[in-house]
């Protein structure tokens, strides 16, 4: 029987569930791959904190180099979270010989480059499935089956927290700020959760999977980036009504030498495979010249489904004689032949609150028509308030440059924008 010894970095949500995992799944391991996985050290930053799981005391070190130091010590599991002092800890780790697992997407988003070339000079291992999409299998899919393919499109649902909270207001109505609190209460939000709701958690995923996906590094700083926090009921019952599902999607595509990244609200066609994975779901779905359109779904946060993909990269890494990472140039900057557009083309939801009163509508469809952005759709939605009636439009699609122009075109007090939505099919 192998024996592996490995130190944690962190014992919270993901921590517990790692500890809990192992500890229930020990048998088998030990049964079908011959394999004993020891968890010698535990930092944390208080030892005297209560914990659900069900971890020794003595375990809890408030040290870092008793798992950063420790030659017995082969693995170090991350699961801390933030850039720094985790980073510091990661290349220490590499540097000292161990390999490493993570499930801290600011880090690797952040450092990769670093975390990589540590790890290659120091012949270990690096590894962070967790990062994206929980339970997920999404990183190895993109590094190994799925490498004979260009990919030129991904969208994905990557972010638990804000599915969680959209399905919900859309199911039930409810309000932001209550399922925002049971997303916590779940062990699914981040540790400060306005990484979830303004959309940085699902930026740093999404600059770690294009990354993989097209083969070329896509920084963090490329991925243009907006939150759900302006989101209203008002939006996703409009939507509904009009055959749409709004979701926080991270959309990926490459057109030659051109990117373009981006996370925002995007209303969905109801029967778009993605409009159905709800609550602490996600889903990836993507382009690959070879196995043409697929997607991958499963639980994308939460203890057990994250201590999942961090206990397979534990055993694998346990396993292999020779690690394997990215073939890509994995340097800060991205290549100089890159180009990271903004102006992407898509359909949008525009709301505005017009003057009930002849000629508004034409004014508003010629702010759209001296920019080239076509309607598609048209309804007006509730009754008269303050002499304005709300009006949702849907158009045909239009460069992003376009449609800014048509909105700064509108005259506030005649029409006023209440929320522009991205619309993708
Ligand atoms: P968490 O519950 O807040 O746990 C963080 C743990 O790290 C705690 O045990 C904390 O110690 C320890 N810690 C933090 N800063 C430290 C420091 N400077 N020195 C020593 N210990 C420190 O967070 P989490 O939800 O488990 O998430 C951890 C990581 O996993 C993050 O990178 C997150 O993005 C990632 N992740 C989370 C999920 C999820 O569903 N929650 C899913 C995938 C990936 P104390 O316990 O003493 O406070
Ligand atoms: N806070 C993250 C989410 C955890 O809600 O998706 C998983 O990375």
């Given at each position: 029987?192998?024996?592996?010894?490995?130190?944690f970095?962190?014992?919270?949500n993901?921590?517990?569930?790692?500890?809990?995992l192992?500890?229930?799944?020990?048998?088998?391991i030990?049964?079908?791959?011959?394999?004993?996985?020891?968890?010698?050290?535990?930092?944390?930053?208080?030892?005297?904190?209560?914990?659900?799981?069900?971890?020794?005391?003595?375990?809890?070190?408030?040290?870092?180099?008793?798992?950063?130091?420790?030659?017995?010590?082969?693995?170090?599991?991350?699961?801390?979270?933030?850039?720094?002092?985790?980073?510091?800890?990661l290349?220490?780790?590499?540097?000292?010989g161990?390999?490493?697992?993570?499930?801290?997407?600011?880090?690797?988003?952040?450092?990769?480059?670093?975390?990589q070339?540590?790890?290659?000079?120091?012949?270990?291992?690096l590894?962070y499935?967790?990062?994206?999409?929980?339970?997920?299998?999404?990183i190895?899919?993109?590094?190994?089956?799925?490498?004979?393919?260009?990919?030129?499109?991904?969208?994905?649902?990557?972010?638990?927290?804000?599915?969680y909270?959209?399905?919900?207001?859309?199911?039930?109505?409810?309000?932001?700020?209550?399922?925002?609190?049971?997303?916590?209460?779940?062990?699914?939000?981040?540790?400060?959760?306005?990484?979830d709701?303004?959309?940085?958690?699902?930026?740093?995923?999404?600059?770690?999977m294009?990354?993989?996906?097209?083969?070329?590094?896509?920084p963090?700083?490329?991925?243009?980036?907006?939150?759900i926090?302006?989101?209203?009921?008002?939006?996703?019952?409009?939507?509904?009504?009009?055959g749409?599902?709004?979701?926080?999607l991270?959309?990926?595509?490459?057109?030659?030498?051109?990117?373009?990244?981006?996370?925002?609200?995007?209303?969905?066609?109801?029967?778009?495979?993605?409009?159905?994975v709800?609550?602490?779901?996600?889903?990836?779905?993507?382009?690959?010249?070879?196995?043409?359109?697929?997607m991958?779904?499963g639980?994308?946060?939460?203890?057990m489904?994250?201590?999942?993909?961090?206990?397979?990269?534990?055993?694998?890494?346990?396993?292999?004689?020779?690690h394997v990472?990215?073939?890509?140039?994995?340097?800060?900057?991205?290549?100089?032949?890159?180009?990271?557009?903004?102006?992407?083309?898509?359909?949008?939801?525009?709301?505005?609150?017009?003057?009930?009163?002849p000629?508004?509508?034409?004014?508003?469809?010629?702010?759209?028509?001296?920019?080239?952005?076509?309607?598609?759709?048209m309804?007006?939605?509730?009754?008269?308030?303050?002499g304005?009636?709300?009006?949702?439009?849907?158009?045909?699609?239009a460069?992003?440059?376009?449609?800014?122009?048509a909105l700064?075109?509108m005259?506030?007090?005649?029409c006023?924008?209440?929320?522009?939505?991205?619309?993708?099919?």
């Amino acid at each position: 029987m192998k024996e592996i010894v490995i130190g944690f970095l962190g014992c919270g949500n993901v921590g517990g569930g790692v500890w809990e995992l192992l500890q229930g799944f020990a048998p088998e391991i030990a049964h079908r791959d011959q394999l004993s996985v020891r968890v010698k050290k535990i930092l944390v930053r208080d030892v005297n904190k209560a914990r659900s799981c069900s971890v020794p005391r003595e375990l809890l070190t408030t040290v870092p180099e008793d798992v950063l130091c420790d030659p017995e010590i082969t693995l170090v599991a991350e699961f801390m979270g933030g850039e720094q002092p985790a980073t510091e800890y990661l290349l220490r780790a590499l540097q000292n010989g161990k390999t490493v697992v993570t499930a801290n997407k600011v880090a690797v988003a952040l450092n990769w480059h670093k975390l990589q070339a540590a790890a290659q000079a120091n012949h270990v291992g690096l590894y962070y499935e967790a990062s994206v999409c929980g339970a997920i299998p999404i990183i190895n899919a993109l590094m190994t089956p799925l490498q004979a393919n260009r990919i030129t499109k991904l969208m994905g649902i990557i972010n638990g927290t804000t599915n969680y909270i959209l399905s919900r207001m859309s199911a039930q109505g409810e309000s932001y700020d209550a399922v925002l609190q049971d997303a916590q209460k779940l062990g699914l939000a981040e540790p400060d959760p306005s990484s979830d709701v303004e959309g940085m958690d699902a930026a740093y995923k999404l600059s770690i999977m294009a990354s993989l996906a097209f083969h070329a590094r896509v920084p963090f700083k490329a991925v243009y980036r907006e939150g759900i926090t302006r989101v209203t009921a008002m939006d996703i019952a409009c939507g509904k009504e009009m055959g749409y599902v709004l979701k926080l999607l991270a959309i990926a595509k490459r057109d030659g030498n051109t990117i373009e990244v981006r996370v925002h609200p995007t209303f969905l066609p109801q029967n778009h495979p993605l409009s159905s994975v709800d609550g602490s779901f996600n889903a990836v779905y993507l382009h690959g010249h070879a196995c043409q359109e697929m997607m991958l779904q499963g639980r994308g946060a939460g203890d057990m489904p994250t201590a999942s993909a961090v206990v397979g990269d534990i055993l694998h890494a346990a396993m292999v004689d020779v690690h394997v990472h990215p073939t890509f140039a994995n340097q800060a900057e991205p290549a100089k032949e890159l180009t990271f557009t903004n102006n992407w083309t898509t359909k949008y939801y525009i709301r505005v609150s017009a003057i009930d009163a002849p000629g508004v509508l034409s004014a508003v469809a010629g702010c759209f028509a001296k920019e080239n952005v076509s309607i598609a759709s048209m309804m007006q939605k509730g009754s008269v308030e303050d002499g304005r009636v709300p009006l949702v439009f849907i158009t045909h699609a239009a460069s992003e440059q376009a449609m800014q122009a048509a909105l700064a075109d509108m005259d506030p007090a005649v029409c006023r924008l209440e929320s522009m939505i991205r619309v993708e099919d």
